[in-house]
């Protein structure tokens, strides 16, 4: 992708984004060659929600995750069946739960009153329920335990059996949230056992659904063995399967280790003002179309293009957007080499949690997505908006206005 990105920093107005197909599928691959038959890969949609990126993963045998009534009409758009489709949210009303229901949709319940409810709406029927159990995540420490509001506490799951057994509802499956960018496998099977654990309480049993929380392969350091992961999950989930005499479906839900690292972000350095101790380089980007520094407080590497290798200045640079809002970095301290205004500056790992983050906040406009293709074409995959052109064609009108008027007078 490197001479490929290169061209189309030399000819692409900034900023964009750039997906690499190869490496999507090489991440497809990773998941799709866990030894266990029985299993199921749904992408998370809320990490990226482009349309022909899904249709990628919908055409690989992928699944869809979402947690929003838009994202389903999205995914059903594009083309997912009922069957690809997992439903998981906090606050789900029970005209959303009757859709649902209408559709053959999969719901995994977060609370006693959602499973009450769906009881009602789905006698004789099957859903899941979000566990809520430790967690890993790298960077947040509210999503797990008491301080979490997603899920259903183990001292909750008697309660839950009792009223589904009131309402003839069967309780089909186990949901978690296992972490973000879990550093090691370990933590992620130790997570896999807990909830294997839990889930022996669910005689109706049919799938165990382990969410995401897989690092990205390119920022995995060697610290997470795939390979491994891959060995012993199945394992697992075969002996899961021998205690229940049938077989036991493994679901997964990864989001950013799809998409993660599969595309870079690329904006234009307008202007460098000089400070004592740093540079402050001034690009056309923004924190409001690259949105995971600010959200997640985790900064993206950082290179110019076509200057690999080149000595890095002798201050470091903080990179921000061109705007007044105070918190517009998009990162600090980076060792970059001396840039200048036109050098095009590459944020790597931004595939996931990036363009689907974006905000109207600051006002700016939304970038291309370009998708280079496995043959090395690269095709836009989302139109950027151009507000100078709309602002060209009503200043136009304007002054056309003002002339008539002129000559009307």
């Known amino acids: 992708m490197n001479t490929r990105l290169q061209e189309l ?18 991440n497809v691959e990773r998941f799709a060659r866990i030894p266990y038959e029985k299993k199921a890969i749904y ?66 319940l977060d609370t006693l009153d959602q499973v009450a409810r769906y009881g009602e709406l789905a006698r004789g029927g099957k859903a899941g329920i979000r566990l809520n159990t430790d967690e890993r995540s790298r960077v947040d420490s509210y999503v ?25 509802l069967r309780i089909a499956g186990t949901h978690v949230y296992l972490g973000t960018d879990i550093v090691t496998e370990d933590e992620m099977l130790a997570g896999m056992k807990r909830m294997l654990e839990l889930s022996r309480s669910f005689p109706d049993l049919e799938y165990v659904d382990f969410g995401g929380g897989f690092p ?95 000595p890095p200045a002798d201050k470091p640079s903080d990179v921000v ?37 974006i905000t109207r906040f600051l006002g700016q406009a939304l970038p291309a997505e370009i998708l280079i293709d496995r043959d090395g074409n690269a095709v836009v995959i989302r139109k950027p908006e151009n507000f100078e052109t709309e602002l060209q064609a009503a200043f136009a009108a304007r002054e056309l206005a003002v002339r008539l008027n002129k000559k009307v007078a």
């Open 144 to 168: 797990s335990g008491n301080n979490s509001r997603i899920g259903l506490l183990p001292h909750e799951l008697p309660n839950v059996l009792a009223i589904a057994r009131q309402k003839g």
């Open 43 to 108: 992408f998370a949609s809320m990490a990226n929600d482009n349309p022909v990126l899904l249709n990628i993963i919908r055409k690989a045998g992928f699944g869809i995750f979402v947690n929003s009534m838009k994202h389903l009409a999205l995914a059903v758009e594009i083309g997912f069946e009922p069957h690809q489709i997992i439903y998981t949210t906090t606050g789900l009303s029970s005209k959303h739960m009757a859709f649902l229901i209408q559709h053959g949709i999969l719901v995994n």
């Open 9 to 26: 920093c030399n000819r692409i107005p900034t900023p964009f984004y750039a997906y690499d197909e190869k490496a999507i599928f090489e």
């Open 216 to 310: 990205v392969a390119s920022e995995n350091q060697g610290n997470f063995n795939f390979a491994r992961y891959q060995k012993e999950c199945a394992e697992l989930l075969r002996a899961c399967s021998a205690e229940r005499g049938r077989p036991i479906q493994l679901i997964l839900e990864p989001g950013r280790a799809l998409f993660g690292d599969s595309a870079v972000f690329c904006t234009r350095v307008v202007e460098v003002k000089e400070r004592e101790d740093r540079y402050i380089v001034a690009c056309d980007g923004s924190v409001s179309i690259f949105p995971r520094p600010l959200v997640y407080g985790i900064y993206h590497s950082v290179a110019v293009a076509g200057r690999t290798g080149a």
């Open 321 to 357: 957007g061109s705007t007044t809002y105070s918190r517009d970095f998009l990162t600090r301290g980076a060792k970059l080499p001396k840039v200048e205004p036109g050098d095009v500056l590459v944020f790597d790992s931004a595939g996931s949690y990036c363009y689907s983050m």
